[in-house]
């Protein structure tokens, strides 16, 4: 989290406020700065001076979605962020415009723009990243990543991807988070979506029929657009750029629910590390 939509999301709203801004100054908090010092590199993953550097001066042209990592593009260069658990932009006139309390509490980069205000990378857990660079087509996690489901290319190389023989015995919520199958998936759309087409998370690609396959793509793709449309999920941390909340948790069915749309009672287990919500009787492993 934030996943696709919520990622989409942040770039609509900032499109609309940055674009040929040009970025002036960049302060760092404490945090990040010691953080440097003792080589842990928080949020900015580059040495501060080269980041520093390499960015002021820059104008903003375009703002640009890959997966769920959100990159403006410079008159010369990139700024790639991933915005981890907890990752936010606000555009600011003054720092006390942010009136969400954890996010103006946590504040870690503030890009000064040459209209006089101000653009801030705030990151509650501080897994968020950040980064420059002058070749977006050398970005490493960009180059095996998925299409982006939109994508006329997208579903056969997601079903191509299932039949491979290093993927067709894992479980399909690990490949579902695996961005090299599919792009911009995260737990809480991969539960939705596993839930809507009665799959228990534990079946094993290989188990589902061709067809059943297909008919889980379209449901990825359309679960994705809707949330789109809604303004992504705010379940706990997640604010569009204006500090607005998205309305698409208001049609989770699965996650985070104690009892499914039936009535059944829900159950977690844990996939790759993620809590993976799902109802036993509906999600019957065949």
Not at 109 to 129: A, M, N, P
Not at 182 to 194: A, P, R, W
Not at 270 to 276: A, D, H, L, V, Y
């Amino acid at each position: 989290m934030p996943e696709l939509p919520e990622v989409e999301n942040i770039k609509f709203g900032l499109e609309e406020v940055v674009i040929n801004k040009k970025i002036v100054n960049i302060t760092y908090s404490n945090i990040v700065e010691d953080s440097h010092k003792v080589g842990k590199m928080a949020i900015v993953k580059q040495e501060l001076s080269f980041f520093s550097d390499n960015v002021k001066g820059k104008e903003i042209e375009k703002l640009s979605r890959r997966g769920k990592y959100l990159y403006f593009t410079l008159n010369e260069g990139y700024i790639i962020t991933h915005f981890g658990m907890t990752g936010a932009f606000f555009l600011v006139k003054d720092i006390a415009e942010i009136t969400n309390k954890n996010y103006y509490k946590h504040q870690h980069v503030i890009f000064d723009l040459s209209t006089g205000e101000k653009l801030v990378y705030s990151d509650i857990r501080r897994f968020g990243e950040l980064r420059y660079i002058d070749d977006i087509t050398k970005f490493k996690p960009f180059i095996n990543l998925a299409p982006e489901p939109f994508d006329k290319n997208a579903k056969s190389y997601f079903l191509n991807k299932l039949e491979e023989n290093k993927y067709k015995d894992q479980s399909i919520k690990a490949l579902l988070l695996e961005g090299n199958v599919f792009c911009g998936c995260g737990n809480i759309y991969d539960c939705e979506v596993l839930y809507r087409q009665k799959i228990h998370p534990l079946t094993k690609a290989s188990e589902l029929s061709k067809k059943k396959k297909e008919s889980l793509f379209k449901e990825l793709v359309d679960i994705l657009d809707l949330a789109i449309k809604e303004g992504g999920s705010t379940i706990s941390d997640y604010v569009h750029t204006d500090g607005g909340e998205g309305n698409m948790q208001n049609f989770h069915q699965i996650y985070g629910k104690k009892s499914c749309p039936l009535g059944h009672d829900v159950e977690n287990i844990t996939i790759k590390g993620r809590s993976s919500h799902f109802c036993p009787i509906c999600q019957k492993r065949k």
